[in-house]
């Protein structure tokens, strides 16, 4: 059981307030979208749930099985995909997959990434480099980045952006399957993405 | 590692170590490397170059016999600190640039991101070496009577410069006069390794009885203070 809990957060670039006091708490199960006007803060959000960014004011903690997760610990607990999220363009997508097993600790298999690759349909791509790739097949290959650690706490950032009609029912079920053991923020606007999730966060209120 | 049915993906996890996650990045920074080889053509043509150019324009006959090792000394110390400045700046930038900072910042501890940089960063260095500076010893004709001692003082030097360079690249990354303030933030850090060196290289050359050591053990402290305040210092500059 995991708790993500968002108390009074606020983010102040000079004198221009970006958002502020914005407050809630999930627990596994939960998807919550965090919707705007654009350059409302949604993207900035997600980056201070994820510890990328500081804010200016309230805080974020994170618990699972009623411990608290120390921040410089988090990133293990978090996986997050986000346009301003890239990959190394110059390896390959197996490369890329090898990396991220092996800075998280995870062990690596080829086969096994293989099969992952399958199924977001990047099988056939596998050993190509991705600065060759689409910006959809980038995409997928976010998703998998994100989620290679089983993070109980998934933050999506335009989760579909790019992707086509396959690879937006990827997306629907990596949600779906999140619902039943983690907990995903998604930061939108499109309502088939918005209409995943149980609660929605509107910054521009 | 693999998916179930439901979609998650069960995954084996292993005991990861700052050690494992700085090897892992020092590997995929190679891996890089070797794609797109920025760092070590900048490095070698701005050290290939000045050699050429020092060697043609003094040679191993224009300077008094007596003047050379400290002459020497200089000139290629010279060379190895501006070819590794020319490179190795960008090890962090190249991350800034292309939008992965933040999908390491993600994956991995800062701590081990400094040292998987320093690794690379040595890396690059010892190629730099390995190549540089036997060429300038046949093309000059530099003597040196303490070979041991020299090759010390080229290690320890190295693991300074290394060190100081890696700690500067992190904290230019996010700037925007990226160069200028790399120079101006080197110069200051770099110059007590610089002139230690020289001075090393030089009485290892001229062969004064074990005097080159000092400045060895001078260059191995600087070296590992380096590398424990930015081991101390990165997670700052690191994170926003």
Known sequence: MCTLKVTGIGK??????????????????????????????K??????????????????????????????????????????????????????????????????????????????????????????????????????????????????????????????????????????????????????????????????? | MHPTKSGRWITQTVSSTYLSEAVAIW???????FRTRYAVNSILMFALTTLV??????GSFRIEE???????????????????????????????????????????????????????NLTMLGALGLIIVPAFILLMGYKIKFPGCFAAMMVTGGLGLGAGTTLVAAMIAQADARGALFSALSFPLLLPLIITAIKGSERAAYGISAAGWPEVKIAAAYAVIMITVSLLLFPLIWEE
Request: net charge positive; glycine share 6%; with cysteine.
């Open chain 2, 53 to 58: 150019a020092v060697s043609f324009s003094i």
């Open chain 1, 43 to 205: 993207s900035t959000m997600l980056r201070i749930i994820s510890g990328l960014v500081r804010p200016s004011a309230g805080q974020v903690e994170m618990f699972c099985d009623n411990k608290p997760i120390p921040k410089k610990s988090r990133r293990r607990y978090v996986g997050m995909v986000a346009p301003a999220l890239s990959l190394y363009d110059e390896l390959t997508a197996l490369e890329n997959m090898e990396f991220f097993c092996r800075v998280r600790g995870i062990a690596y298999d080829r086969k096994s990434c293989f099969n992952i690759l399958e199924r977001v349909d990047l099988v056939k791509h596998a050993e190509k480099i991705c600065g060759t790739f689409s910006s959809g097949m980038k995409q997928r290959l976010k998703l998998v980045q994100a989620l290679i650690h089983n993070p109980p706490f998934l933050l999506l950032d335009e989760p579909g952006c790019n992707l086509d009609s396959r690879g937006i029912k990827s997306v629907k079920n990596i949600i779906s399957d999140q619902r039943s053991w983690g907990i995903t923020v998604i930061a939108s606007n499109e309502k088939r993405e918005v209409d995943y999730a149980d609660s929605i966060v509107n910054l521009s209120e």
């Open chain 2, 66 to 120: 007596s003047e050379r090792p400290f002459l020497y000394a200089v000139l290629l110390w010279i060379i190895l600190v501006f070819s590794a400045l020319s490179g190795l700046s960008r090890s962090f930038v190249k991350e800034q640039e292309a939008g992965t900072m933040d999908i390491l910042k993600l994956s991995a501890r800062p701590q081990a991101v400094f040292l998987g940089k320093l690794f690379f």
């Open chain 1, 12 to 41: 102040y670039f000079s004198t221009t307030i970006l958002f502020k006091d914005i407050s809630f708490e999930l627990n596994s199960g939960d998807v919550v979208a965090i919707t705007g006007w654009n350059g409302s803060g």
């Open chain 2, 27 to 33: 590997f995929r920074d190679l891996r890089s490397e």
